[in-house]
């Protein structure tokens, strides 16, 4: 009798374990499942556009020319920087199910229907970083040939020594303004003199969030909503100070796609460069 019992209690636990573990995979199952129901795509790096590249971070003009055509043919809807935060706010809200994103007040974002997943999902942002006068030369004609946008992460120090004739390949102040007037661009941040934010100390950090982000505004009449890692270089201080600097998201140069996971102060981003070869980059965007 007292073995029968035993081995009737054996069962009884041997269930008890199958029923968890079954529960556990089924849990998992699920939230991959909701994963899959969002979104992955890409936002790609930009640095200088010119005829002829002369270093690892210049795109020749016509393989911008390519690619921008790519994006426009097959269908992919361009966001700023803020969109892309904004998006990954809207979606990560608890009652987002209830909304509908093309209702905000700046109704660019695409929808989602009653379920959360987006109506389109072949989602794409352009940025360009530091403030190459080869966006506003060539860039600029070929973003709107193609009805595409991008947002502009400027340091001032650079602007301001071009505009002492010290830099010669960068924008102006006026040149920034220009762009951002057609509606095509996005003002972002991307500190003050594009120090290694992880080597600086609170004078510097303040310096390179606070009052980079003023110095901007001052000069464009435009406060940046969202800011870019110099080097990609970022760390819990960085995040702290950037946070404090009103910044509603910041981006690395981290290689990874953007799903609903993403956390917004450490958004990814894809540098392009004259050696990512069109099929590879066929593959960023697809988030592939």
Same mark, same amino acid.
């Given at each position: 009798?007292?073995?029968?019992?035993?081995?009737i209690?054996?069962l009884?636990?041997?269930?008890?374990?199958?029923l968890?573990?079954?529960?556990?995979?089924?849990?998992?199952?699920?939230s991959?499942?909701k994963?899959?129901?969002? %979104?992955? %795509?890409s936002?790609?790096?930009?640095?200088?556009i010119? $005829?002829?590249?002369?270093?690892d971070?210049?795109?020749?003009?016509?393989? #911008?020319?390519?690619q921008?055509?790519?994006?426009?043919?097959n269908?992919f809807?361009?966001l700023?920087?803020?969109?892309?935060?904004?998006?990954?706010?809207?979606?990560?809200?608890?009652? %987002?199910?209830n909304?509908?994103?093309?209702?905000? $007040?700046?109704?660019?974002?695409p929808? #989602?229907?009653?379920?959360?997943?987006?109506?389109?999902k072949k %989602?794409?942002?352009i940025?360009?970083?530091?403030?190459?006068?080869g966006v506003?030369i060539? !860039?600029d004609?070929?973003?709107s040939?193609?009805?595409?946008?991008?947002?502009?992460?400027?340091?001032?120090?650079?602007?301001?020594?071009?505009?002492?004739?010290?830099k010669?390949?960068?924008?102006? #102040?006026k040149?920034i303004?220009?762009?951002?007037?057609t509606?095509?661009y996005? +003002?972002g941040?991307?500190?003050?003199?594009?120090?290694?934010?992880?080597?600086?100390? $609170?004078?510097?950090l303040?310096?390179?969030?606070?009052?980079?982000?003023?110095? +901007?505004?001052?000069n464009?009449?435009?406060?940046?909503?969202t #800011? !870019?890692?110099?080097f990609?270089l970022?760390?819990?201080k960085?995040?702290?100070?950037?946070?404090k !600097?009103?910044?509603i998201g !910041?981006?690395?140069i981290?290689?990874?796609?953007?799903?609903t996971?993403?956390d917004?102060?450490?958004?990814?981003r894809?540098?392009?460069t004259?050696?990512?070869s069109? $099929?590879?980059?066929?593959?960023?965007?697809?988030?592939?």
């Open positions: 009798m007292a073995r029968k019992n035993l081995l209690l054996f009884l636990i041997f269930v008890i374990i199958f968890i573990f079954s529960f556990n995979i089924k849990s998992l199952a699920i991959k499942s994963d899959n129901d969002g %979104f992955s %795509f936002i790609l790096c930009y640095h200088n010119k $005829e002829t590249p002369s270093n971070y210049d795109l020749s003009l016509i393989d #911008f020319d390519r921008m055509h790519y994006l426009s043919e269908g809807t361009p700023f920087a803020s969109e892309v935060v904004d998006l990954l706010k809207e979606y990560s809200d608890k009652n %987002f199910a909304k509908n994103i093309s209702q905000n $007040e700046n109704n660019n974002l929808s #989602f229907n009653k379920n959360g997943n987006s109506e389109n %989602f794409i942002a940025t360009f970083d530091d403030g190459n006068d506003y060539y !860039a004609k070929i973003l040939k193609y009805g595409l946008k991008a947002t502009l992460y400027i340091y001032p120090s650079i602007i301001f020594a071009k505009e002492r004739n010290n010669r390949h960068y924008m102006t #102040f040149q303004n220009k762009l951002i007037k509606g095509r996005e +003002l941040c991307h500190s003050y003199y594009h120090p290694y934010m992880t080597k600086e100390d $609170e004078k510097g303040f310096l390179n969030t606070q009052t980079a982000k003023a110095t +901007l505004l001052e464009t009449q435009i406060e940046p909503k #800011f !870019a890692y110099p990609g970022y760390n819990d960085v995040i702290e100070y950037v946070k !600097a009103g910044f !910041a981006f690395t981290d290689r990874k796609f953007v799903t996971n993403t917004l102060y450490k958004i990814p894809f540098i392009i004259k050696d990512i069109f $099929e590879k980059f066929v593959k960023i965007v697809n988030a592939k």
